[in-house]
């Protein structure tokens, strides 16, 4: 089966047929009773999406219908599949641990479609590697991952990534339980970068999630969102991440010096629950200071 592909029938996924035909896709379902249909892909794994024998409007990786107004009983769409698949599919593996025929069987729907001989020689190789009991479950996670990364394949679709694949691909996931391996430098990068999109205080606020606590400097994040005059994700930013250095935070709206800023910050109910006493005085007092 594909990854990252769904139809959903009134907030229930609808199971789908599919077939391949010249490096395509067909994803074929019926429509029984429902009021409004959702097809959701990662666009980011998939290119070129066509409806077939429709012309219904859709924006990139989503499609909503409302089948009151739209009176159809089935649906066909088909796609092609890039070479970000196997990586998307490597850190889905990495994070949820599919088991390994799960994850030979959609290595082998990727070698289906794409026919890359290096597909299927990591798939021969996941079907030899035998599962013995005398390896623990941390153990035989590890060469599983070793097998699908540390390979010729991987090295040259990881080249291939650019800073922006690279965030749609960290970003997926509000907080991976293994994110993508990644230093310092990168990181500030990948800021920048979410920057020049839309949904930049989203993916901003998921790279921060996604790497809490694992040893990185947060100033350039915790920049952004205070100059950003954003006080949602602000007040997000402060009480979903762990590392959320509050000092500093305070520090650059005081600097910042926008009353009107700080009140609707001082105003919020979840700053009343997230930030401490003593930040709330702080910027209290500066108040005062300023008048």
Not at 74 to 99: A, G, R, T, W
Not at 222 to 235: G, K, N, Q
Request: some cysteine; hydrophobic content about 35%; glycine content about 2%.
């Amino acid at each position: 089966m594909p990854i990252d592909i769904n139809v959903i029938l009134d907030s229930r996924k609808v199971d789908y047929d599919y077939e391949i035909k010249n490096n395509r896709v067909y994803i074929k379902f019926k429509i029984n009773n429902g009021k409004k249909l959702i097809i959701n892909y990662d666009f980011n794994i998939y290119d070129d999406f066509k409806l077939e024998n429709s012309n219904y409007p859709y924006k990139e990786g989503y499609l909503e219908l409302d089948l009151e107004k739209n009176k159809i009983d089935n649906l066909e769409f088909s796609l092609k599949v890039n070479y970000k698949y196997y990586i998307k599919l490597v850190y889905n593996h990495q994070n949820f641990n599919y088991n390994k025929n799960d994850l030979i069987d959609k290595l082998e729907f990727l070698y289906k479609v794409n026919n890359e001989k290096e597909v299927l020689d990591i798939i021969n190789i996941l079907k030899e590697f035998n599962l013995d009991d005398k390896f623990l479950y941390y153990e035989i996670d590890k060469m599983i991952m070793d097998i699908l990364t540390d390979n010729p394949y991987c090295d040259n679709l990881l080249d291939k990534m650019t800073m922006y694949d690279l965030l749609n691909l960290i970003t997926y996931n509000i907080a991976a339980n293994k994110p993508f391996s990644i230093d310092q430098k990168t990181l500030d990068t990948l800021v920048d970068e979410a920057k020049l999109h839309e949904y930049t205080n989203e993916n901003i606020w998921r790279l921060a999630m996604n790497y809490d606590l694992r040893g990185y400097d947060y100033k350039k994040i915790e920049e952004y969102f205070v100059e950003s005059h954003d006080v949602y994700y602000l007040v997000e930013y402060i009480s979903a991440v762990y590392q959320a250095n509050k000092d500093y935070i305070v520090d650059l709206l005081i600097k910042l010096n926008d009353q009107k800023y700080i009140d609707e910050i001082l105003n919020n109910d979840f700053i009343k629950r997230h930030l401490e006493e003593k930040y709330i005085k702080r910027l209290k007092d500066n108040k005062k200071d300023t008048q």
